[in-house]
């Protein structure tokens, strides 16, 4: 399966952020997409908290309603498992928290501070230890120039709890590498990484040896999907048309349509000592991600979002003070600027309702779709079963049919690739109370059939009733 470690453990090469959230949706309510659900409430109650310790409740709401709009119900940080709402709920914390603290120092800001780099150290590790950067040297110097290490109260209140509970976080974490890989200090991702990846994260690091892929899905996606990036940062062209790519995508899935707001307050905050932490925080963090390897993707920014929209909100505030001729322009402008953002936000919902599954840009119904039909085929019937997925031809990784449950043995319903009759046999012997199917996702039908050796027309409808009659022989 795709980023997820069979050896020495079976687990997703991934920090457990994420996977928390979902374990919570799984556990409390029965299906994990509520751990998104769940996760992307906190992200837009955390951003509209830490709005409210940098600008007044007002402008914090509207930053709030515009997280829901843009980045919550319609984005794919909600309607996918891929992330990012957990990681930008680590970044509102940190920012909320940092300014809390240096204005009243106490237990609880500490906290959410200590929380905050938990949380995008198990989510976003590198991204996060960037964004985090110039908040926690910002907040060393103020600790520094208010010698707070002669406050007794700050010591005992403060940066104790936030000490404690990082150890235990760092602790938790070492604890969860070592059951992992064996090894507190290897990180499962890197386990992965030497494993499969052929291109390292960095635009520097020379690429790995193509590793010997067990599955042909395996090679192309890693071959085809991941290697081309790393051959265009090679030649100079090719790198600038990377990063012409990166900043493509992370315009248009933070800033667009507000990048006419963020220039002027970017330029006024970099003259205000208070509010400088948001341009520095975005300009090294964009650093960042233009030296990564990797082909863009909004989760990777993820972080930022709350820095984005605390600009984007100061850039309305300057806005709303232009008075020509002692008019009020500026204040009907963003009134309309607000309206507009808001009547946009509506295009995607009626676009989901006229077409809820997408079938327009697939030309067909998806093939996602297929598969979560087939499962829910399965479920209901009686038994456990095996799925063996033969692709006899490529196909878009990131619509791979081949995924199990975390608790992969005591799955109802477990998916696997074809390696032929022979080496299909081990696994056989080791699921030997399962129903054994195979299906070809690119058959046109998506047949599932019985694998048994003798019979091709024993499909799966057998299972719910008589077969229609053949009145002809194909």
């Known amino acids: 399966t795709f980023h997820v470690n069979m050896l020495p453990t079976y687990q997703s090469m991934y920090p457990p952020g994420q ?29 509209t908290w830490m709005l409210q310790g940098w600008m007044p409740p007002q402008w914090a709401l ?25 990681a930008a709920t680590g970044g509102a914390l940190l920012l909320g928290g940092v300014v809390r603290l240096m204005r009243k120092p106490c237990t609880r800001y500490a906290l959410a501070v200590a929380l905050a780099l938990l949380i995008l150290g198990n989510s976003r ?17 103020w600790m520094i120039r208010r010698q707070m290490w002669k406050n007794t109260a700050f010591i005992t209140r403060a940066l104790l709890p936030a000490l404690g509970m990082l150890t235990l976080g760092g602790t938790a974490m070492l604890y969860y590498n070592w059951r992992g890989t064996g090894n507190p200090l290897l990180m499962p991702y890197v386990v992965n990484e030497h494993a499969y990846h052929i291109t390292k994260p960095f635009l520097w690091q020379a690429a790995n040896p193509i590793p010997s892929y067990h599955h042909l899905a395996m090679r ?58 948001f341009p520095i925080t975005l300009l090294v963090f964009l650093v960042a991600l233009l ?30 003070t232009w008075r020509p001729k002692n008019l009020p322009v500026g204040a009907m402008l963003v009134r309309a600027a607000v309206m507009v953002i808001v009547c946009w936000s509506l295009v995607p ?28 085929l399965l479920e209901g019937t009686p038994g456990q079963h095996l799925v063996i997925v033969h692709a006899r031809r490529s ?69 719910f009733g008589p077969q229609p009659v053949q009145t002809s022989k194909p």
Not at 21 to 44: D, E, K, N, T, Y
Not at 125 to 141: D, K, N, Q, R, T
Not at 303 to 318: D, F, Q, T
């Open 62 to 86: 509207l930053g709030g309603l515009f997280c829901v709009l843009r980045f919550s119900m319609f984005g794919y940080w909600m309607n996918s498992y891929w992330g990012g709402a957990v």
């Open 349 to 376: 919902l009626a676009g989901t309702v006229l077409d809820p599954y997408n079938v327009i840009a697939f030309s067909h119904q998806p093939p996602e779709l297929e598969r979560a039909r087939l499962q829910a």
């Open 19 to 47: 996977a928390i959230f979902l374990a919570i949706g799984q556990v409390l309510m029965g299906h994990p997409w509520w751990g998104v659900w769940l996760s992307v409430g906190l992200m837009c109650s955390c951003i």
């Open 395 to 463: 196909y878009i990784p990131s619509q791979d049919w081949v995924y199990n449950q975390a608790d992969i043995d005591s799955a109802k319903v477990i998916w696997a690739r074809d390696m032929g009759t022979e080496a299909n046999e081990e696994l056989l012997r080791y699921y030997p109370n399962r129903r054994v199917w195979m299906v070809d996702p690119y058959d046109g039908i998506n047949r599932v059939q019985a694998y048994d050796g003798h019979s091709s027309q024993d499909t799966l409808a057998s299972a």
């Open 291 to 320: 030296i990564e390897s990797w082909l863009p993707h909004g989760h990777y920014a993820a972080p930022v979002l709350c820095a984005i929209i605390a600009i984007s909100l100061y850039g309305l505030r300057l806005c709303q």
């Open 220 to 277: 192309v996606f890693y071959c085809y999907h991941e290697l081309p990036s790393y051959l265009l940062s090679r030649q100079p062209w090719g790198l600038i048309k990377l990063e012409r790519l990166k900043f493509k995508v992370y315009y248009e899935f933070f800033v667009w349509p507000m990048l006419i707001l963020m220039i002027p307050a970017i330029l006024r905050m970099v003259r205000s000592r208070r509010m400088r932490i």
């Open 125 to 141: 590790p590198y991204e996060g230890f960037i964004f985090a950067l110039p908040a926690m040297l910002w907040l060393l110097v």
